[in-house]
C-alpha cells in the first residue's frame, strides 16, 4: 500500500496500533512519511511518537535509513535532514478524556494535523454510535476551536453531505474519505437496492 501510494503521488501514512519504537522504526522503514496515533488522551504518548519518529535533534530514531533512503544511495546525513522535514505526525482524539487534554496534546510543533474520531467520541460520551448527538458535535466543536487556537490543521471524518460544506465554510481542508470495508458496503448496498427495485422489492431468486 506504502508503494502504491507512492506510485500516484500520494503521501502514506500509516495507523499505528500503540506508541512503540519497534512497530513505528518498521512502518517508516517500510516508507511511510508520517504515523497516525490513535485514541491520544494525554501528551506524553505524542511525545514518545516524536522520539520514535525523527532523528536527532528533535528525536532518537534509530540511524538506518531503510527502503526510503534508498538503502544507502544517498547520504544518511542528507536522509537524515529530509526524512525530519517530512515527517508527519497527527495524533488521533476520540475520547472526552482527549478532548479535554487536547489544548497541552496540540501544543506540540511538530504534529502536523489533528484527526478527530466521533465514533469513539460517542462511546466515551455514553451515547454509542450517535455521532450527531448534541454531546458528540459540542466536544467536536471543542476540539476544532483548539485546533485553531494551537494552529494546528483539522481533520474531519464528515459521514454527511451537510456537514461538509459546514466544515468547509469553517476552514476545514483535510477529509477522511472513509475505508475500504465502508466504501464496499455502500456500493454493494445500492446495487442491492437497485436489484431488489427491479422485482418490486422481493427476496427473488
Known amino acids: 500500500m506504502v508503494r502504491a501510494a507512492e506510485l500516484v503521488g500520494i503521501t502514506p501514512l500509516v495507523r499505528i496500533s500503540k ?32 522520539n520514535y519518529a525523527f532523528y536527532h535533534p528533535i528525536g532518537m530514531r534509530s540511524l538506518n535509513s531503510g527502503r526510503p533512503g534508498v538503502f544507502a ?43 478527530e474520531g466521533a465514533a469513539d467520541l460517542s ?9 450527531d448527538h448534541p454531546e458528540v458535535q459540542k466536544n467536536l466543536e471543542k476540539l476544532y476551536e483548539v485546533s485553531k487556537q494551537c494552529n494546528v490543521p483539522y ?28 466504501t464496499a458496503f455502500r456500493a454493494y448496498m445500492q446495487k442491492l437496492k437497485e436489484y431488489r427495485s427491479l422485482i418490486g422489492g422481493q427476496y427473488g431468486s
Open 123 to 131: 462511546q466515551s460520551l455514553a451515547v454509542p454510535w450517535e455521532t
Open 155 to 182: 481533520s474531519i471524518v464528515s459521514r454527511h453531505p451537510k456537514n461538509h460544506k459546514k466544515w468547509v465554510e469553517n476552514g476545514v481542508h483535510i477529509f477522511v474519505l472513509g475505508d475500504e470495508r465502508g
Open 73 to 115: 544511495k544517498y547520504s544518511l546525513r542528507d536522509y537524515i535532514a529530509k526524512a525530519n522535514k517530512e515527517m508527519m505526525i497527527v495524533p488521533m482524539i476520540e475520547s472526552l478524556l482527549g478532548v479535554n487534554e487536547s489544548e497541552s496534546i496540540l501544543s506540540l510543533p511538530q504534529i502536523s494535523f489533528v484527526l
Open 19 to 50: 506508541v512503540d519504537r519497534i512497530e513505528i522504526l518498521k512502518v517508516l522503514d517500510c516508507g511511510a512519511q508520517g504515523i497516525v496515533i490513535p485514541n491520544v488522551t494525554q501528551k506524553e504518548q505524542v511525545e514518545n511518537a516524536i
